[in-house]
C-alpha cells in the first residue's frame, strides 16, 4: 500500500488505517469469549496484511476491550509493534464513572490525561503510543493542564505525537498557544455523505453557507501541516445498498458508486474511499469493519484513480445538487 508521512513526525503510514472501535464485541463489562478474541485477532491480522501500519483506538472503546483484545495480536504476529503506528485517544469519559450519578461528559484534566494513556499502555501491552489524540473539545479545557499532561507523557518516553479529534480550527489555535509539542492529526467525520468540510470551500458567499463548526478548518488544517484522518468515511455503508425509502440523491450516488466500481473491476468500498484519497490534502481514511472480507475489499482504494471528472460526479451526485 502506498504511504504517506504524518506532517510534523517521522512516521511513515499507509494510507488507509484501520479502526479499532468494535473489535472489543459489546460496549458493557462482560468479559470477552475466546471466539471473540479470536474474531478481533482475525480482522487485525487481515489488516495487517492487507498492507495497513495505523491502527486507531480510543481508551472507551467498548470500555476498555477493544485495547485490550488488540494485544493478542502480538503473539499472533511476533515483532509487529516495531512495524505499525499505535494511536489511541482519551478526553470522552461514561456517565457513572467513576461514581454513580456522575454525568457522561469530557474531560481534558492533567489527571484524566496522563491515568487514560497508563490505562491504554497496560491494555495494549505496549510501552509506549506512537499518537495519542484528544477526543472531543472539552468546553472546560485548560490549555495549561493539557500542556502539562503533554510534557510529562512525552518526557517518559509514554507518548511519541499529539493531535485531536473533532475539533475546530480555533479550538487547535487555543491548544497550540500553550502547548510546546505540534498537533500533527486532526481526526474529524468526513465522507461523499457527510462532506462538510469539503462542501464549504464551495459555498463562501452562499445562502446556506458554511457553518460555524467546520469553517475553515480543512484550509486551517493544511496550512499548519496537520494530518486529517476521516472517521466514518463509508457513511455506514448507505452508499453501498441503500433501503427503497432513502433519499434520491443517496440512491443516485450509490448508483453511480456501483457503475464505477464495475467500470473499474474494484469494490464499492474501493471507490467510496478513493474519493477521499483522491483529495489533494491527504485525508486518511480510518476504516472502522469487523469483517476481514470488507478490510480487503477497503483497500483496493489504494488501487483506484478517480479522474477529477469522477471525482465531482460523486461529489455533487451526494449532495444531491450540482456546483454553483
Request: net charge negative; charged share 25%; glycine share 8%.
Amino acid at each position: 500500500m502506498k504511504t504517506y508521512t504524518i506532517p510534523q513526525t517521522d512516521l511513515e503510514v499507509s494510507r488507509l488505517a484501520y479502526g479499532c472501535m468494535n473489535i472489543g464485541a459489546r460496549w458493557d463489562h462482560a468479559p470477552l469469549t475466546d471466539a471473540e478474541k479470536a474474531a478481533a485477532v482475525e480482522v487485525v491480522v487481515a489488516a495487517v496484511e492487507a498492507g495497513i501500519t495505523l491502527f486507531d483506538h480510543a481508551d472507551i472503546y467498548t470500555r476498555g476491550k477493544s485495547e485490550a483484545v488488540f494485544a493478542g495480536v502480538w503473539q499472533a504476529l511476533p515483532g509487529l509493534r516495531d512495524r505499525i503506528v499505535l494511536q489511541s485517544k482519551c478526553g470522552i469519559r461514561f456517565a457513572d464513572d467513576p461514581h454513580p450519578g456522575d454525568p457522561a461528559r469530557y474531560d481534558f484534566s492533567y489527571q484524566h490525561i496522563v491515568d487514560s494513556v497508563d490505562g491504554s499502555l497496560r491494555r495494549l501491552k505496549t510501552d509506549f503510543l506512537d499518537i495519542l489524540l484528544l477526543h472531543r473539545p472539552d468546553p472546560l479545557v485548560e490549555p495549561e493542564e493539557v500542556a502539562r499532561a503533554f510534557d510529562a507523557l512525552h518526557a517518559g518516553g509514554k507518548v511519541r505525537h499529539f493531535g485531536v479529534s473533532n475539533h475546530t480550527a480555533g479550538q487547535m489555535e487555543l491548544l497550540r498557544r500553550t502547548v510546546d509539542q505540534p498537533l500533527v492529526i486532526n481526526q474529524v467525520e468526513v465522507s461523499l455523505l457527510h462532506a462538510h468540510l469539503i462542501n464549504e470551500g464551495i459555498l463562501a458567499n452562499q445562502e446556506g453557507g458554511p457553518s460555524a463548526r467546520t469553517t475553515g478548518l480543512l484550509d486551517y488544517c493544511r496550512l499548519h501541516n496537520v494530518m486529517i484522518q476521516a472517521w466514518s468515511p463509508v457513511a455506514g455503508g448507505r452508499l453501498f445498498n441503500p433501503p427503497d425509502d432513502a433519499e434520491a440523491h443517496i440512491r443516485e450516488a450509490a448508483a453511480l458508486v456501483a457503475r464505477l466500481a464495475e467500470a473499474k473491476q474494484t469494490s464499492k468500498e474501493a471507490i467510496v474511499l478513493g474519493w477521499l484519497l483522491r483529495h489533494p490534502a491527504g485525508i486518511q481514511p480510518v476504516v472502522g469493519t469487523t469483517k476481514p472480507a470488507r478490510v480487503r475489499s477497503s483497500c483496493l482504494a489504494d488501487t483506484v484513480d478517480l479522474t477529477r471528472e469522477e471525482w465531482y460526479a460523486l461529489f455533487t451526485a451526494a449532495r444531491g445538487a450540482q456546483v454553483p
